[in-house]
């Protein structure tokens, strides 16, 4: 029971560093932000990403590559299968 408590405390400090706090919070903005902007469509190289797969969620077309492929597809990320995507 005692060690139980002592990984529970340790269990809910870490989500509340890492997933729910501040700095993640800041962490995963900031990282959305670069990894999108500034990075090329994957399917025509060319473009700025702008939509991400529903699913899976990876950032992966440009508009007219979103538009193209609008039936969903198979993510270019981590080849998981999608019905659509979304505007990120």
Not at 17 to 40: I, Q
Request: glycine share 10%; proline share 3%; net charge positive.
């Amino acid at each position: 029971s005692h060690s139980t408590s002592s990984s529970v405390t340790m269990a809910s400090e870490i989500p509340v560093t890492d997933v729910h706090g501040k700095a993640a919070d800041e962490t995963n903005s900031a990282s959305d932000t670069e990894s999108v902007h500034g990075r090329l469509c994957l399917y025509c190289k060319d473009k700025p990403l702008e939509y991400e797969t529903e699913g899976c969620r990876h950032a992966g077309a440009c508009k007219k590559c979103a538009m193209k492929t609008g039936t969903g597809g198979k993510c270019k990320v981590c080849g998981q299968l999608f019905p659509s995507w979304r505007r990120v």
